[in-house]
């Protein structure tokens, strides 16, 4: 059960800019847990893409980006390439169910 | 290179049991909280449980606690989870991941991945 809402899909054109929002509540989000972006590229494993204030992973260029702001998040994607698309999903912690809570999901497709 | 490498997935009937195992290297494994994380099929990411490094702070998602049990072996640089009483529910690949700092950091190594299909 997903406790973190995110838009099922999301489409743009190569070159295009994106967002996917990330809608948590007051234990998780709302709580100050930091938010985390995962992309899963299909057929692969879930990988990390962006952690906390826009710390990216060696070889995750900065076209991605995030923001948060009170019980939500989001994740901009601009100068869209073919190859961003991919499942993306928000993490962050639930200080009432003590564990990771990960978003619904959201397709990107690269028109 | 952290690399996690997980087996033990297959076919068990519901009721069943299953012992998946997650082999890391490339890192000091005794020093990192591990985490076993699924996806049904055509589904999203669903947390299933954690374990400090010590071994001595476990926690589990309420859709598996009673019947799933995690555990580790810093020795041999593995972590386990033992699942019991499967349902259909619990068809999924399983993934095992590593906490970067603690249970409520990013998880920066991912596994391939073992498919647990629980069927009659």
């Known amino acids: 059960q997903s406790v973190l809402t995110q838009p099922p899909s999301v489409s743009g054109a190569p070159g295009q800019r994106v967002t996917i929002s990330c809608t948590g509540s007051?234990?998780?989000?709302?709580?100050?847990?930091?938010v985390h972006w995962y992309q899963q590229l299909p057929g692969t494993s879930p990988k990390l893409l962006i952690s906390g204030d826009n710390n990216r992973p060696s070889g995750v260029p900065d076209r991605f980006s995030v923001s948060k702001s009170g019980t939500s998040a989001s994740l901009a994607i601009t100068g869209l390439q073919v190859d961003d698309g991919a499942d993306y999903y928000c993490q962050s912690y639930d200080s009432s169910l003590s564990g990771y809570v990960f978003g619904t999901g959201t397709k990107v497709t690269v028109l | 290179e952290v690399q996690l490498v997980e087996s033990g997935g297959g076919l068990v009937k519901p009721g069943g049991s299953l012992r998946l195992s997650c082999a890391a290297s490339g890192f000091t494994f005794s020093s990192f909280t591990m985490n076993w994380v699924r996806q049904a099929p055509g589904k999203g990411l669903e947390w299933v449980s954690s374990?400090?490094?010590?071994?001595?702070?476990?926690f589990y998602a309420d859709s598996v606690q009673g019947r799933f049990t995690i555990y580790r072996d810093n020795a041999k640089n593995s972590l386990y989870l033992q699942m019991n009483s499967l349902r259909a529910e619990d068809t999924a690949v399983y993934y095992c991941?590593?906490?970067?700092?603690?249970?409520?950091?990013?998880?920066?190594?991912w596994g391939q991945g073992t498919l647990v299909t629980v069927s009659s």
């Open positions: 374990i400090i490094s010590s071994g001595n702070f476990i």
């Open positions: 007051s234990s998780n989000i709302g709580a100050g847990y930091t």
């Open positions: 991941a590593r906490a970067s700092s603690g249970v409520t950091s990013e998880l920066d190594s």
